[in-house]
């Protein structure tokens, strides 16, 4: 519970951090608003056409008594949506850093200063590993909404746990995708990545959970995207046992 509570406090200190370093803050919006207008599109035609997509992909359910079909099919509307917003949360963050990449670096260097002016750390991965490990993170999530959309037929277990379960990966993957600005920096590869907040999972979620939460609204997830890799540099200095000054 004291690594949950604290990971909520790296994620408000980092709010802080921006809202004090407001140079730092402005230019950091353009790549939130840029990835905002895509997903926005992306998502206002999906939810025109979820019904014809549910109809197309469920022939079967035409010879059906009523009301059935369309028991079936609203369940899959809901279902779609829900996975689609799933994975545009998880999705946003890495799009908006990958937009945003000369952005969030200075934002995370300047974290970094501003903790231990004379230890910053760099020059990190190599792009071509960057661009490799940011890959292979995004197929980790499309695999875990693929396992989460097929345990969503199950009765029961996909109305109860598997909202649950979602939540907890989304968090926890959104805390990976902004810790890797800092973690590439200091030439962390995704495993080593992953193994270090695997070992402290209750402040990954801490941090990771509410910010999920938060990300839904969109407008809200531009405005606290700066704060939010300011906090995850926090975090990974957390994680890997370097020096923090709560007065920075």
């Known amino acids: 519970m004291r ?94 850093l990958a937009l945003g990449q000369p952005f969030y670096e200075a934002l995370a260097e300047h974290v970094d200063r501003s903790q231990s002016p004379d230890e910053v750390p760099g020059p990190g991965l190599s792009t071509w590993r960057s661009i490799k490990d940011g890959i292979a993170l995004v197929l980790r999530a499309l695999a875990w909404a693929v396992v989460l959309f097929a345990a969503g037929f199950l009765p029961v277990v996909g109305q109860t746990v598997v909202p649950v379960v979602g939540i907890g990966v989304t968090g926890f993957f959104l805390v990976q995708e902004l810790t890797t600005v800092a973690m590439q920096r200091r030439g962390v590869t995704l495993r080593d990545q992953l193994k270090l907040l695997r070992s402290r999972r209750m402040l990954v979620w801490g941090f990771g959970i509410p910010l999920a939460a938060a990300f839904l609204v969109p407008f809200v997830a531009i405005v606290l995207m700066p704060g939010a890799v300011a906090g995850a540099t926090l975090l990974t200095r957390e994680v890997r046992g370097e020096p923090i000054s709560s007065g920075n």
Request: hydrophobic share 65%; net charge neutral; glycine share 8%.
């Open 3 to 96: 690594d949950l509570a604290a990971g909520f406090g790296y994620l408000l200190q980092g709010q802080r951090w921006v809202a004090t370093h407001r140079r730092r803050f402005g230019y950091a919006l353009v790549p939130g608003l840029i990835a905002l207008v895509l997903y926005v599109v992306a998502i206002v035609a999906l939810a025109w056409f979820v019904g014809d997509v549910v109809a197309w992909a469920t022939p079967f359910a035409d010879h059906w008594a009523s009301p059935w079909p369309d028991v079936l099919r609203g369940f899959l509307d809901v279902l779609l949506l829900v996975l689609c917003l799933f994975l545009a949360v998880i999705t946003f963050t890495a799009l908006t």
